[in-house]
């Protein structure tokens, strides 16, 4: 039986279906953490040169994955939305942005953090950190604009173009970021590599898991209200129970 | 009638944002004074060691061609969209893209180009030696084409919008980095005696990069903030 | 709402002596500025030689309407047509085809008129030497002002420098809204004159006034957004 996807793009579809998913990623990345972080503060040994101070990968690494996975997906979704001007595309755009600055706000705490028993300063330029700034600031810009303009098509519209622009220049940055580091000679962080305790890895992919669960659990909830505040004047929306009551 | 060619509209708009700009010379040397002044503070921030003021040198004026052009980047479409230019801008019948192109070399030879030529001077007060000052220069030269161009991107998105000024230098600023790094970090090669062709070629690239996607990108963003 | 969807019944004359005559075709247009609704299920057709006037109260999405047609906002629904094609295929070929003239009059104060009309003409595609553009200030009315910067001249004949730009373009479409704002009983005639000389070439004008315009030997369309 073929699925009509398409269905599925229309807010009022999307709303119900969005409600009923919810509390599955919710319980599943609430199960994952308490999974996740017992692997890894209790299971995993310390490790031979950080003692227990590298333990706060678990959080910093996935984090960081997620903020920049996260941005594309956002670029991706605000693309489609401009292109084929599909409402709830855009609407996932602005959905996701807040969490995406989260991680990468969280993979900078967490990166000063470790920074400071590591090497006795809370930050370091590093390539990887000063990107991650980077990626922070870029998020900060797209959730900036979409909100100075009054307009939600044009909002939409202005801050999809901007994710694109962004998503095309985050190779570049990187790369010219990277380059900078290496002509400086900064320290570069590195984590216990190739050498890593199974539990590490166990507890590390339970924690990344466990993050994206979250991160679509709390795009769904807030997607969820972007329909309820952009679709307030349309028919199926007074009709809602929970709108009713 | 006769139609205008695609060269024509290319040099019309240039001449006429040109002209415009030396009629209202005022906006134009603002924004170099500015340029000057932001130079000008960092040895009394940090101090005169003539040590220290050459290694910061490229960084400081880079930082401080970044933020001039910002500062003009908001007139670049704003005038144009306030007396109703725009409007007609965009029912060109030929290119929007080539007219916006046009638009971002004239902003570059009123706003990046006396930068550029102003910065033997400055190099001299942060006491850089001839070479690196060449180095800079042929960056600058380079690089702010790029900042006028991204920029332009920003000028388009935010038109119209309250504080528009501060929120395009937020959305520009990340992605000018590029051209910051390989600007200030051709002149360190120089002064250490490296080869700076690597950072000029990349450099370069990015120029040619902005040059082919940036004004097709900012026909697209003002398409989208006139609706 | 008004309705015209009856004038696309009508059986469609497109006057097609020479084939070089195009056609305005609006069906079932619907716009909408933020959560508010201006118009919806608009339809209406213009054919060479016409002229159409858009009557409605203020905020009754006149302006809005006509910025439609010029492609600057996207309809909610509907389409737009040039001669049996989407204006949104033709994109740069009905700009080609058309000249807007909105409520701001797109003239910079340090230029002179003569420069002034000399750029527009530009933009829209057109090479206009200073012996024609002198000639269309003339008959604006604008004799001996041609070469001072348009700050110094009133709202009045800022207008008209606007204006000018109808006499040195050869589009076949007028969108003019409000184009007698701020002109004097002498510029009014002179504007009914422009159009009914246009409209007697095959042009098209659609426009919206709250000033009577007599346009000599003409019917004029209306229709009423309410």
């Known amino acids: 039986m073929a699925i009509n996807w398409f269905k599925y793009s229309a807010p009022t579809t999307f709303y119900p279906l969005a409600g009923k998913l919810i509390p599955w990623f919710a319980i599943s990345s609430l199960i994952l953490f308490a999974v996740g972080l017992y692997i890894g503060f209790v299971v995993a040994p310390a490790d031979a040169q950080q003692g227990e101070f590298y333990r706060i990968i678990f959080i910093h690494v996935p984090s960081s994955i997620i903020s920049m996975f996260l941005y594309l997906i956002m670029a991706a979704y605000a693309a489609l939305g401009l292109i084929f001007n599909t409402r709830l595309s855009s609407m996932m755009a602005s959905a996701i942005a807040p969490t995406g600055a989260l991680f990468a706000f969280i993979s900078l705490w967490t990166g000063a953090l470790w920074g400071k028993p590591m090497w006795g300063a809370w930050w370091v330029w590093d390539a990887r950190l000063t990107s991650e700034l980077i990626l922070l600031f870029l998020y900060l810009g797209f959730i900036a604009l979409h909100a100075s303009i009054d307009d939600p098509r044009r909002a939409d519209r202005a801050a999809a173009l901007l994710a694109i622009v962004g998503s095309v220049n985050v190779p570049i940055i990187y790369f010219s970021v990277k380059w900078w580091n290496t002509l400086h000679q900064g320290s570069t962080i590195k984590y216990s590599g190739t050498s890593m305790h199974i539990a590490m890895q166990q507890a590390m992919f339970t924690m990344l898991a466990a993050c994206w669960l979250y991160a679509i659990a709390i795009a769904l909830t807030r997607v969820r209200s972007i329909i309820l505040e952009r679709e307030r004047n349309s028919k199926w929306i007074t009709e809602l129970a929970e709108v009713k009551s | 009638m006769k139609k205008l060619s695609l060269i024509s509209l290319f040099v019309l708009v240039m001449r006429r944002d040109l002209v415009l700009a030396m009629r209202r010379r005022a906006d134009v040397l603002t924004t170099l004074i500015f340029f000057v002044m932001v130079v000008s503070l960092f040895p009394l921030g940090v101090g005169p060691e003539m040590d220290m003021l050459r290694k910061m040198a490229p960084g400081v004026l880079w930082v401080a061609a970044l933020l001039s052009s910002m500062l003009s980047l908001g007139r670049l479409f704003s005038a144009d969209y306030l007396d109703g230019t725009l409007e007609q801008m965009l029912l060109a019948p030929q290119s929007l893209s080539v007219l916006v192109l046009g638009k971002m070399v004239s902003h570059w030879m009123v706003s990046g180009l006396p930068l550029v030529l102003l910065t033997p001077v400055l190099g001299l007060q942060f006491d850089m030696s001839a070479p690196a000052i060449g180095v800079l220069m042929l960056g600058l030269l380079l690089g702010t084409p790029i900042l006028s161009m991204v920029g332009a991107i920003g000028a388009a998105l935010t038109l119209g919008l309250r504080g528009g000024g501060v929120l395009l230098s937020l959305l520009v600023l990340p992605l000018c980095i590029p051209v910051l790094i390989f600007g200030t970090g051709a002149v360190q090669a120089v002064s250490s005696g490296l080869n700076v062709s690597a950072h000029l070629s990349l450099m370069g690239a990015l120029l040619v990069l902005a040059l082919a996607f940036t004004p097709w990108v900012t026909a697209q963003a003002l398409r989208i903030s006139m609706e | ?226």
């Not at chain 3, 302006?63 to 010029?70: A, P």
């Open chain 3, 1 to 226: 709402m008004a309705r015209n969807g009856q004038m696309l019944s009508y059986i469609i004359l497109r006057c097609s002596i020479s084939g070089l005559y195009f056609m305005l075709e609006v069906s079932n247009l619907a716009c909408s500025r933020g959560d508010h609704r201006l118009f919806s299920g608009l339809s209406f057709a213009l054919y060479p030689g016409q002229i159409m006037q858009i009557q409605g109260a203020n905020g009754s999405g006149k302006t809005s309407l006509l910025r439609t047609l010029c492609g600057f906002i996207m309809p909610d629904e509907g389409k737009i047509s040039w001669d049996g094609t989407d204006v949104k295929d033709l994109d740069e070929d009905y700009f080609a085809q058309m000249i807007y003239l909105g409520h701001l009059n797109a003239i910079k104060d340090e230029l002179s008129a003569l420069e002034n009309l000399r750029i527009s003409a530009g933009l829209s595609g057109v090479e206009l030497n200073e012996k024609d553009a002198i000639s269309a200030l003339r008959r604006m009315g604008l004799k001996g002002r041609e070469r001072l910067p348009t700050k110094v001249l009133s709202q009045g004949q800022r207008r008209r420098v606007a204006l000018a730009r109808l006499l040195v373009n050869d589009a076949a479409l007028w969108v003019l809204d409000e184009p007698l704002a701020a002109l004097d009983v002498g510029a009014v005639a002179l504007i009914g004159e422009l159009i009914a000389e246009h409209l007697a070439g095959q042009g098209m004008v659609i426009f919206t006034t709250h000033q009577p315009l007599i346009v000599a030997g003409m019917e004029m369309r209306s229709l009423s957004l309410s």
